[in-house]
């Protein structure tokens, strides 16, 4: 076994040494390539199309190879494929959903006739995909397509998508969001990173083969990440998602910032993932896959091991037997060693000690497994993980210091309440207990905390692709970006209150805003003048609120939300039928507040509070009716669906309806478990604030009402680090303000222009579809996966 031809069977199970790899070929990917004279086009409208004059961008192997040259496409380009989608989006949802679940299943037949082709792409490209993980792929969506008029009533697809992903992200990544937008129903465009773009070509080409109508898929190959912004500017897109590194996907965000059109982002490179050995845990089992999943070549998160000091040593121990003779990792290039060499030093300088497979060699881009032992979680080879074989252990003591932050975890143990109490702590999209790295289309993955603002796989990531088809919500106004100084955007005065000579008896009511339980002023003292519809004299004085009133109401409701989102979804439900019941007893007044406020009768105005008292009872009900469930997972073991609160979500109420639509919109928020921090309407903050907060049983800082300027409070909901989600009805720059600056952390924004019909909402329907779109915005997935053999 490797290099020797006389060991033993009991020397091989002492050493577990690896075997010598198979000898790969890429002949039939070369001729392929070949075929195309090593210079790929872009594929527009069902074929490739190389247009004269453009830049080319060259693609080198592992080994320093050129594999091929892609095309440069520029704006002319980014329109004939605008156009081609169209047409091809058209045809594509014409077809009825068996005749579209029937091209995707004669894909897998495609695919297996050139699998080999496809695998020796991805191996020459490092694109890290195989062609049995994209036939398990398209055979669950196409039952997905099957069944979308069965399963998913009433929803319709968006149209054009556009899916853009970084140069380092995987094919598999890419594939993940191309499969089901086109499953759906819509037409979709490709805008590859560099290792992906061959791959993405020949898969293009196949779909084609399949009989997928020409300009339902078309690829798009550019220079860098300025592409996918110039594809989301095209008024044909009405979608732009995104995988990847989070760098370029800021970058993508900042740049479509004010095009109109919604971005959902993915990170899906770089993330920082804990495996998490407990001392109940089966060490060698578990070390096996920590060896298996931390060194590979190429790997899409940065994992740190976590260990239970009572097992600290153990580990360490058998970390040094099993590690010995382990072969050095390619790197990608020198370059990327001179940051593992760096790193490494660093480490030792903060006292980290190294465990190591063999002595470093001293140049090139090589480099063996390296456990830097001693980590503490705000290292700098933690928090800013060098590329490479390098891995971080650190030590815990209890349970509670094991969760920690990231996109996926790991978990080793044998105790079923640790288990239990791990999944239900850890703020990760993916949870494996005592295995690794464990994928399957079905699995539904969200982005926690600053990991993603969407959900990708199962049922519930078709729904970023479909849109209710009862909606009568526009999308953002598409435009131009408008020119804008962001740093002074909300910095606008307020307007001036001049004394007048009215009698107490006459004068305008004070109203109060709501903050931590208990109503209050603002911290900055001042207040606003509240006029009625057509101006005229002063109808009351409200807080003009600022950024202490939000960081006061974000510590509130930080401090309630996670013993809120605990509670059971029965007595969840209890409260917000309680807060329905103080609603309707102060019915006559909260009606008075609307009439004088917005000029209604006090017919309709008491209609408004029915219709609103019966929203929270929906919403109250709508509790314990949805808690995901089992997956249909092809390997040996079980997996769940967990939906969770988001966390804090800011809300910036718009002014139709303005207290229908706010209870629409906090049920759906408190719900399903987060805390709010809610901005009235400007021009009509008077329901809301006459709203019964105070009197119902909701624990105190869950919900916070903030009255003032919009914009002002708008900044300081997108500037506070601890808000999950901002819900937003305002103008145009607003939208604009919230897309480029809700990037770090991410945020996940739902945005309606005002000046466009005044959001196009009509708060009165009761659609189902309408409550469960809003439900599926207030919560995000969590995967679990439990082996059984």
Known sequence: MAGSTNKTVHDIFQSMENGPAATSSTATAQAWLDHHSRSLGLFIDGKFVRPADRQTRSLADSKGGDVCNTVCAVQDDVSQCASSAVSGYKAWSGL??????????????????HSKCVSELCELCEASC??????????????????????????????????????????????????????????VIVVPGRSTAPPALLLAQLFMSAGLPAGALNVLTGSDMLLGAKVAQNPSISYVTYSGNKQDGVMLCKAAAGMGVPISVSPCIGATCPIIIFE????????????????????????????????????????KLRMAGMKCVGLASDADRVQVDAAVQGAQQQGATLVQSCAAPP????????????????????????????????????????????????????????????????????????????????????????????????????????????????????????????????????????PDDSDAASAPKSYLQFVGGKACKSESGCTVAVQPPGGGSVLAYCPDGG?????????????????????????????????????????RDIALSINVQTGLSMDEAEKEVDLSSAR??????????????????????????LPEALGVVGLVLPDKNALLSMVTLLGAAVATGNAVIMVPSQKNPLPVLAFVLQSSDLPAGLVNVISGSRDQLTVALATHSVIKAIWYWGSAEGCQ?????????????????????????????????LLEEMWRNAVQWKSVWIPTA
């Open 737 to 769: 303000y919230l897309q480029h600056t809700c990037t770090s952390p991410l945020k996940t924004l739902r945005l309606f222009c005002q000046e466009e019909r005044d959001g196009g909402k009509d708060w009165t329907q009761s659609h189902p579809t």
């Open 96 to 113: 009825s959903c068996y005749n579209r679940a029937k091209v995707l299943l004669r894909l897998v037949s495609v695919l297996g006739q």
């Open 616 to 641: 929270l009872n929906d919403w109250a009900a709508y509790c314990d009716k949805v808690q995901g469930g089992t997956l249909p997972v092809p390997q040996s073991g079980s997996a769940l669906s």
């Open 363 to 498: 140049s090139g881009a090589l480099y063996p497994p390296t456990v830097l032992c001693g980590a503490a979680p705000s290292s700098s080879f933690v928090v800013s993980p060098a590329p490479g074989p390098l891995l971080p252990l650190m030590s815990f003591r209890s349970n509670t210091e094991a969760v920690t932050l990231g996109k996926e975890a790991s978990v080793d143990t044998d105790t079923r309440v640790k288990v239990v109490e791990a999944v239900r702590n850890l703020s990760v999209g993916s949870v494996w207990v005592n295995s690794h790295s464990v994928s399957d289309p079905c699995m539904p993955v969200s982005g926690h905390k600053d990991s993603g603002t969407c959900t990708d796989g199962g049922q519930e990531g078709l729904y970023q692709f479909l849109h209710p088809s009862c909606s009568s919500s526009p999308p953002l106004p598409r435009s131009s970006p408008v020119s804008m100084d962001y740093t002074k955007f909300g910095t606008a005065a307020s307007p001036a209150i001049i």
């Open 280 to 319: 109940s845990a089966d060490i060698d089992s578990a070390l096996d896959g920590v060896l298996e999943t931390a060194f590979k070549k190429k790997k899409e998160v940065n994992w740190v091991l976590c260990v239970q000091e009572n097992v600290l040593e153990r580990v360490v121990a058998r970390l």
């Open 547 to 587: 950024r202490k009133d939000v960081r006061n109401a974000v510590e509130a409701a930080i401090k309630v939300q996670p013993g809120w989102m605990k509670k059971s979804p029965s007595a969840r439900a209890q409260s917000l039928y309680s807060l329905a019941k103080g609603l309707e007893a102060k019915r």
């Open 130 to 187: 195989s062609p049995s993980s994209l036939v398990r792929l398209l055979q669950y969506y196409s039952s997905w397509a099957q069944l979308r008029d069965t399963l998913i009533t009433s929803w319709t697809p968006l149209g054009v998508v556009a899916v853009v992903v970084s140069d380092d992200c995987s094919l598999y990544s890419l594939m993940l969001k191309v499969v089901p937008a086109l499953a759906m129903g819509n037409s």
